[in-house]
């Protein structure tokens, strides 16, 4: 199943070596050979490059792992499940515009049902351009974040940590649902059942830099000791490399598949 990486920091680092553990793990040491997507901030935005073609094999990943250099960054390497077909637009990460920001998003898991729901709600924020459950969750979520941003604009952190907790929940209750997000900001981690989370405070940054940092992956990459477990439906939010927020829904059981 699809793996994810992600990296908030104080001040801009490079994430080399996790990258590059990640870059094996698309098909190589693991079986995501569908497709890489890399999304970095670099100043006001974001830059994303991706691709449907597997993450292992490719240059351009190998050069973007060792050469970006950010205070965010998200990753993605691809098993394709719904739909099973490798296609630009279906790659991750997925951008879209809200609320006067710009959001970036990958997800690991399955669920399929979101789509039937998303596509009755008329949602004005958000229209997939791919066939991905996981953009249509994406905008399941946008379509939340629009609906309630102003009663929480200006609060810290954005929009209120547990009513996002609560609809990740209420999503991840169709299946499997862990997901990176970010506005350019903060850093959004949810983990239904399979991430976790390494800390560091002032030091070893992974390009030697002095920074504070916080790394997100679906397996601990790097080599590095301390990565810890997302408790089941907890959902954290990075800000500089600090956490800015945290809770911890738990999800109904999932519905059972026919």
């Known amino acids: 199943m699809c793996e994810l990486f992600g990296m908030s920091a104080s001040q801009p680092v ?61 990753a993605h390497v691809c098993k394709a499940r719904f739909p099973p077909v490798r296609t630009f637009a279906n790659t991750h990460p997925f951008r879209r515009a809200c609320c006067g920001r710009e959001w970036v998003f990958a997800h690991n898991g399955l669920v399929p049902d979101i789509v039937e729901i998303e596509r009755c709600s008329g949602n004005p924020v958000c229209r ?35 009513p996002l907790a609560e609809v990740s929940g209420l999503i991840a209750s169709f299946g499997k649902f862990n997901f990176l997000m970010s506005d350019g900001e903060y850093l959004i981690a949810y983990g239904h059942d399979r991430l976790h989370y390494l800390d560091r405070r002032g030091s070893g940054g992974p390009n030697g830099a002095c920074a504070d940092l916080a790394m997100v992956a679906t397996e601990p990459l790097g080599g590095e000791k301390g990565w810890t477990a997302f408790d089941p439906g907890e959902l954290r939010v990075y800000r500089h490399g600090k956490m800015a927020g945290r809770a911890t829904i738990r999800s109904r059981p999932p519905k059972q598949q026919q």
């Open 128 to 162: 997939p351009t791919g066939e991905t459950d996981s953009e249509f969750a994406l905008c399941h979520l946008l379509g939340h974040i629009a609906r309630h941003f102003d009663s929480h604009a200006g609060k810290n952190p954005f929009f209120g940590v547990e």
């Open 14 to 74: 490079t994430a080399g070596t996790a990258l590059e553990r990640l870059r094996q793990r698309g098909g190589r040491e693991a079986d995501n050979p569908d497709g890489w997507g890399l999304a970095w901030r670099d100043g006001g935005g974001f830059e994303i490059r991706k691709r449907p073609a597997p993450a292992c094999r490719s240059r351009q990943f190998a050069r973007l792992c060792v050469e970006t250099q950010s205070d965010l960054i998200l």
